[in-house]
């Protein structure tokens, strides 16, 4: 369902509209004031982006000090109002410099009236694609990082950009090296209980990739994705080759992505954009190999004692290591002097959050790093309340691993006038919310 968005407005914080348009007849040009006086002047303005007045609706969001304010009349797609919002906001920072606020807009309404029309038509979004509106919109904007672009310089196949099958490309891209470079980058999410059962383990991960290609470049992607092997292996009349396949939850494109293609022969096929851009997103919640494990032991001792003791076991290959590991381990408020002894690393006592901090710069894999601490606490009069203790936290780096199992099995480069690329591909795992309790 498509936004059919009926006015848009700009309105300071006061209330003050900077900027409006509107894309239809069926709502009244006072609907800014039913906004001020049913939102802004009360305290639901915030809670809620979403509200309904009369017979319409109003989806706003705040951005710096401008609220953006969408007005229709019949059932829309809220989230793909706010998708508009936040990708009309990219496409103004880009061509004002990165800055958005009240001063930005005052000082580019020019544009701004030239981009909303035609970024919206009749209601309905339409391309938000900085590169394809810098094409043929040339007006400079203040701060405008294009500003010494001639306004008067031909734009060739404009029209083809826009309304072309591959409009985030533009024709007549050359390069002396032609490469591709291939992020996964994932974060792995546990929770385990103090006995070492795990109660919640995911991983999510995203493809990100940056092409240096020359013309007009069409890219394959194999992945050990159970699906796709299965479906290669139909293709080909023979059975799939043995070893470790995943089942990928939750996948999204980029929209170079040819989809039908996905949908029929499970490959990721596309002709991409040039730069950077993130291919793809998705999520594993089944087989996910733990890069640590962590083994605590802590003993309160009376009343102003207590004793720590932590290993941590990194699981992923000898030859690979983790760097930047941070483990945090919670202890009483209370707490007065600690005494450290550890096998690699430093170990301090952070008052701040009530943690003594464990940071090991270079952790190889295959080891078993230990942490002996010896907690003071203070003694007081009044009666000892139980200590709730919060679970234990771990931030780290694992380059060359993939939590998942994910593997990038090939990536396949064809282009017209035939050259040679150099592929790129780098693994990454690091911790999104690792945490054990104790």
């Known amino acids: 369902m498509p936004v059919a968005a009926s006015a848009i407005y700009f309105l300071n914080l006061r209330g003050d509209v900077l900027i409006n348009r509107l894309y239809r007849d069926d709502v009244g040009g006072n609907m800014v004031d039913a906004f001020r006086m049913h939102i802004m002047q009360t305290k639901e303005l915030g809670t809620c982006p979403v509200r309904q007045i009369g017979g319409c609706s109003f989806f706003y969001m705040r951005i710096s000090n401008v609220y953006i304010v969408i007005v229709v009349s019949s059932n829309a797609n809220v989230a ?70 001639p306004a008067d310089k031909p734009v060739p196949n404009a029209t083809l950009q826009v309304t072309g099958a591959v409009g985030w490309r533009r024709e007549g891209l050359v390069y002396k090296k032609n490469e591709v470079f291939l992020d996964i ?22 493809i990100l990739m940056k092409c240096f290609l020359s013309g007009m470049p069409d890219l394959k992607l194999g992945l050990n994705d ?57 999520r594993i919640t089944e087989g996910v190999n733990l890069p640590f494990r962590v083994l605590p032991t802590i003993k309160e001792l009376g009343r102003t004692r207590v004793e720590v003791n932590v290993k941590v076991k990194s699981v992923f290959g000898a030859k690979m290591f983790a760097l930047g590991v941070v483990i945090k381990i919670p202890v ?5 002097k600690t005494s450290f002894q ?31 601490a010896e907690v003071e606490l203070i003694s007081t009069i009044a009666e000892k309340k139980s200590w709730t203790r919060p679970p234990i936290q771990m931030e780290f780096q694992v380059p060359m691993f993939t939590a998942s199992g994910l593997r990038v099995r090939f990536l396949k480069v064809w282009e017209k006038s035939g050259y040679n690329t150099v592929e790129w591909v780098r693994y990454i795992t690091k911790a999104g919310s690792y945490e054990i309790r104790c």
């Open 80 to 149: 793909c109002a706010f998708k508009f919002v936040v990708e009309a906001v990219n496409l103004f920072k880009s061509y004002f410099g990165g800055a958005f606020d009240e001063d930005a807009i005052r000082n580019n309404f020019v544009l701004i009236y030239e981009l909303l029309d035609e970024i919206m038509d009749f209601g309905y979004p339409q391309n938000l694609s900085p590169e394809i509106l810098k094409l043929y919109i040339t007006q400079e904007g203040v701060r405008s990082p294009f500003s010494s672009k």
């Open 185 to 206: 980058v994932e974060s792995v999410n546990l929770l385990m209980s103090s006995k070492g059962i795990v109660l919640r383990c995911d991983v999510t991960g995203k």
């Open 226 to 282: 159970k699906i796709g092997l299965e479906k290669e292996s139909q293709l080909k009349s023979r059975p799939a080759k043995s070893g470790k396949t995943i089942e990928l939850d939750d996948v999204t494109f980029h929209q170079c992505v040819n989809l039908t293609r996905f949908n029929s022969e499970k490959t990721v096929s596309f002709v991409p954009p040039d730069g950077e851009f993130e291919l793809m997103k998705y």
């Open 332 to 336: 009483p408020k209370q707490t007065a």
């Open 342 to 372: 550890v096998t690699t690393g430093r170990a301090k006592y952070n008052a701040a959050i009530d943690c003594l901090v464990w940071k090991i710069r270079k952790f190889p894999g295959q080891t078993e790093p230990t942490m002996s």
